[in-house]
């Protein structure tokens, strides 16, 4: 395997500690494509042909696999299709049942178990749907699903109510449609593009279609979401590059997870789309035993600054129905934030937030750094656990008085 290495800085852990080992770019190899000519296996149709979709074959290829994951795999197809790029396989340690990257893409048996709380529909995008494949929920800016087809499919996808239409969905998007509806509302301003993954349509359809909304006057912004760059970075060619951006400004936002999702390959594949005057954001769910550790955390936004991605949100897992065996505690986010904010770069801290149970929006949670307000002055913590005052009265005018640095003994 190809490897490279950062240079470790006077306080960064020395090289061989584990976070620096998670910092390391590394291909994903051939495993067992070793075979296929390089021109296949660098094509994405050729990725998408020959992804993993059976529990054949995923026997086949992970020997391994626990009754657990076999029984999960053999009814994933009522409940979101399983389906793995054999570049993303290459990425699973087959010996290792709880290797961050497997929890992700292997279905499990857990996922047939739902609790009350669960829903189909978590963030109520349904309620918000004025007509199909069109969310307006915040006042300036729309979601557009573009298609319910992802390259892998992930195990905790809170629209699995539709991607892959393993339940039934039936989604049938009508572009014509959508773009009508924001044509007649002047007040949106942004359009996201999700899914499903709009980096899979063709050039030729994605170009049309961004084209279509680049000629309504009021949209001023355009967003994709996606996870190809992680899931087949051979989608990233030039041509694809050198068409988006024709649509400045245009944002992307990917989604990554652990810090072994980027590889050599995603590295480069995320320098074409930067290079094309793309700005690049990450979202990451915080999952069980895939990343929640502030180690991992903070080695993953870390090596997305290196990639020239902006790490934007960190989410807590929907309340998507059979995801609690993926679903890591809100105090353990906390805890991640904690060890994030002051003790890394500003840039490589996310916003942590919760998208509100049916519907209510994102809404960023933190750590409680201000201890108190009341006359005359506000109370705050640093990083550090150090406390100060800011003089401030309560009408929120300065009061003259100097700040100052408090002992803990000293607060009241
Ligand atoms: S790539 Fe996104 S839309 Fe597709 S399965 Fe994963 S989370 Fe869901």
Request: include cysteine; hydrophobic fraction near 35%; proline fraction near 8%.
């Amino acid at each position: 395997m190809q490897a490279e290495h950062s240079s470790p800085g006077r306080d960064e852990p020395p090289s061989g500690h584990p976070q620096q080992q998670l910092k390391k770019f590394q291909t994903a190899g051939r495993g067992f494509w070793h075979d296929v000519a390089a021109a296949d296996w660098n094509d994405w149709r050729w990725q998408l042909k020959h992804r993993i979709t059976t529990v054949e074959q995923l026997q086949k290829f992970l020997p391994t696999l626990t009754p657990e994951e076999s029984a999960g795999a053999q009814l994933a197809n009522t409940k979101l299709a399983l389906g793995i790029t054999p570049y993303f396989f290459n990425l699973i340690n087959p010996a290792d049942e709880n290797c961050p990257i497997r929890r992700q893409v292997v279905p499990r048996l857990e996922e047939t178990h739902t609790a009350s709380w669960e829903m189909s529909d978590p963030c109520g995008e349904d309620e918000h749907s004025p007509v199909p494949g069109l969310v307006h929920r915040y006042p300036d800016r729309v979601l557009f699903l573009v298609t319910d087809r992802c390259a892998s499919y992930c195990r905790y996808c809170t629209r699995s109510r539709l991607v892959s239409n393993a339940s039934g969905y039936d989604f049938h998007p009508e572009f014509d449609k959508q773009i009508a509806y924001i044509a007649a509302h002047p007040e949106i301003r942004d359009v996201l593009l999700s899914g499903g993954d709009p980096l899979l349509l063709s050039d030729e359809k994605l170009e049309n279609l961004l084209s279509r909304l680049r000629a309504i006057p009021h949209v001023e912004f355009l967003r994709i979401g996606t996870r190809i760059p992680i899931f087949l970075p051979q989608r990233i060619t030039s041509e694809l590059c050198a068409m988006l951006k024709q649509f400045h400004p245009l944002f992307i936002s990917v989604h990554t997870n652990h810090p072994r999702e980027l590889t050599t390959e995603v590295r480069d594949a995320l320098g074409r789309l930067a290079d094309a005057g793309i700005p690049l954001g990450n979202q990451s769910v915080l999952l069980k035993h895939v990343n929640d550790d502030a180690d991992v955390m903070k080695a993953l936004m870390q090596k997305l600054l290196m990639c020239r991605v902006k790490p934007y949100y960190l989410y807590q897992c929907d309340l998507i129905a059979g995801s609690a065996h993926l679903r890591a505690s809100v105090a353990k986010g906390l805890e991640i934030m904690e060890k994030l904010r002051g003790h890394t770069t500003g840039y490589a801290v996310p916003t942590y937030v919760i998208d509100a149970p049916g519907g209510g929006g994102k809404v960023p949670i933190n750590p409680e750094y201000v201890l108190c307000r009341n006359a005359g002055r506000v109370l705050i913590r640093n990083f550090e656990g150090k406390v100060f005052e800011y003089p401030e009265n309560a009408d929120g005018k300065p009061c003259g008085q100097p700040p100052v640095k408090l002992a803990a003994s000293q607060l009241v």
